[in-house]
């Protein structure tokens, strides 16, 4: 059986946001949320914990003309930073 939507329940977290702007993220199947900064720096939005992961931190430190994107892939994420290089990280916390 194949199921082509969830409920999603969102509920307020408090947990602290990074200071740059957020332009990219994605949800992982757990319901935890990856962001990224414009800057290309990326943390996890541990909900049950509410808790703020450093997942990888960014060299770049004068605004990128490009945005940074995000994607959870199985218990990871996958990375396309401001200078275009794709990074893959696997997220101890997602396994």
Do not use: Q
């Not at 999603?8 to 990074?18: Q, T």
């Not at 800057?39 to 990888?56: D, M, R, T």
């Amino acid at each position: 059986m194949r199921t082509c939507s969830k409920i999603v329940s969102i509920h307020h977290v408090n947990a602290l946001l990074p200071e740059h702007r957020i332009v990219s993220s994605s949800w992982t199947l757990e319901g935890n949320l990856f962001v990224s900064d414009e800057f290309g720096n990326v943390w996890l939005v541990a909900i049950e914990a509410n808790k703020l992961y450093s997942v990888v931190k960014s060299k770049i430190r004068e605004h990128p003309k490009n945005k940074p994107i995000v994607v959870t892939h199985k218990s990871g994420v996958i990375v396309v930073n401001p200078n275009s290089e794709i990074t893959v990280c696997i997220n101890k916390y997602l396994i």
